[in-house]
C-alpha cells in the first residue's frame, strides 16, 4: 500500500556500539514459546548473553532469522495482506556486503518473486548493521522504480516520485534511453557507510510487466500505459532481536489499488484522472459530477483486467479487506493482538464498502518489525 524516509537525504547512522540486551532475551523467548521443538529456551540465551558480552552483537541462527521476519510481517500495523505471513520465504544472504554482489541478488531476488508470474512472497536480507559498522543500504524506495525527467517546461515525463533517485542514477552513470518515456526502468542502486556503491541494471528476463487495457474501453490500450508485476519494498528496515538489517528487500502482490487508485491517478505520480476522464467524455468543469470517482473506476478495473489477462497475480481490495479480518481472528484466537494503522489498512477507493473501514484497531507497536530506512513507499499485499 503506499507508502517508508530517504537514504538520499538521510546519512547512513553508525548503529549504537552494543545490542539491547532485553530486546534480544524477548525475542529469543518469543521464539522458543511459539516453536516448542526448539528445547529449552535458557541454553540459547546464555549463548546469546555470551556473544553479546563479548563483541557486543549476536548472530542470529537462520531458523531465528526465519521465524523473525516473518513475525516482522505479522506485526507490520500499515501492511492489509498479513493472512498468509507464514508463508514467506526468507533468503539469508548475511554475509554478502558488497554493494555489486548485494544489487546483483537483488536482481536474482526478481527472478525468484516473478516466478512467470504466480508471485511468490520472497524476502532476501543481507548483512545487518554492527557496533561501529553499518550495513549495506539500498537507494531504492522498491527494487523496480520507474524514472522521472524534468522538461523544459517545468513539465515531469514518468513518476514524479522518482525524480532524486534518477537523477542520483545519471549522476552514477545510469544512461536513460535515447528515446525517453513514461516507464524507463531505473538501475538498483546500493550503497556502503564506507563510501562504496554498487549499480545494476535490471536485465528483461527479471522484471515482468504488464501492459494495461480495459474489458470495454479499446481506446486505453493504446495509452502504452503498464505496470510491473513484483512490488519489491528494498528500504525499509528490518528489526529482529534488537538486530537491525537495513536491507532487507521483501515482496508479495499488488493489491490493484495501490496500482489503479495510488501510483497512476496520485497527482505527485502519474496524475492520470484528468486524461481519463476527457478521453471517457465525462464533464470534468465540475466536482459535483464526480468525474474523478468514475475515472478511478476504471482505471482500477484496467488494472485488475490486465493482470489477470497476463495471468500475473494480484488481488482486489473487497477480497483483501475480507482476509484481513480473518487474519485479525486467527491472531485473536491465538491470544496475540494485531496492530493496524486504520488509515493505512482501509483501501484508498471505496473504503467505506470494505468491512476494514468499519471498526477500530490496536495501535501498539509490536517487535519484530520493519522501520522507515529509506523514501516511502507502498506497502505490498504480501501473501
Known sequence: MPLPPSLVENAVAVPATEVDIAEAEEFIRLHHEENHDLGPVEDRLAEVHAEIAATGTYRHTTTELTFGARVAWRNSARCIGRLYWRSLKVRDLRDLQDPKEVADECVEHLRIATNAGKIRPVMTVFAPDEPGHPGPRVRNEQLIRYAAYRGPDGGVLGDRRNLELTDLAITRGWQPPRTRGPFDILPV???????????????????????????????????????????????????????????????????????????????????????????????????????????????????????????????????????????????????????ADWSWIVPPMSGSLTPVFHRYYDKEELLPNFFPGGTTGTCPVIH
Not at 201 to 223: I, N, T, Y
Not at 267 to 274: S, V
Open 189 to 339: 542502486l546500493v550503497e556502503t557507510s564506507d563510501g562504496e556503491s554498487g549499480m545494476v541494471d535490471l536485465p528483461p528476463d527479471a522484471v515482468l510487466e504488464v501492459p494495461l487495457s480495459h474489458p470495454e474501453l479499446p481506446w486505453l490500450a493504446k495509452l502504452g500505459l503498464r505496470w510491473h508485476a513484483v512490488p519489491v519494498i528494498s528500504n525499509m528496515r528490518l528489526r529482529i532481536g534488537g538486530i537491525d538489517y537495513p536491507a532487507a528487500p521483501f515482496n508479495g502482490w499488488y493489491m490493484g489499488t495501490e496500482i489503479g487508485a495510488r501510483n497512476l491517478a496520485d497527482n505527485d505520480r502519474y496524475d492520470l484522472l484528468p486524461y481519463l476522464g476527457k478521453r471517457m467524455g465525462l464533464d470534468t468543469s465540475n466536482e459535483q459530477t464526480l468525474w474523478r470517482d468514475r475515472a478511478l473506476v476504471e482505471l482500477n478495473r484496467a488494472v485488475l483486467h490486465s493482470f489477470a489477462e497476463a495471468g500475473v497475480t494480484i488481488t482486489d481490495h473487497h477480497t483483501e479487506s475480507q482476509r484481513f479480518l480473518t487474519h485479525v481472528q486467527k491472531e485473536e484466537a491465538a491470544g496475540r493482538t494485531c496492530p
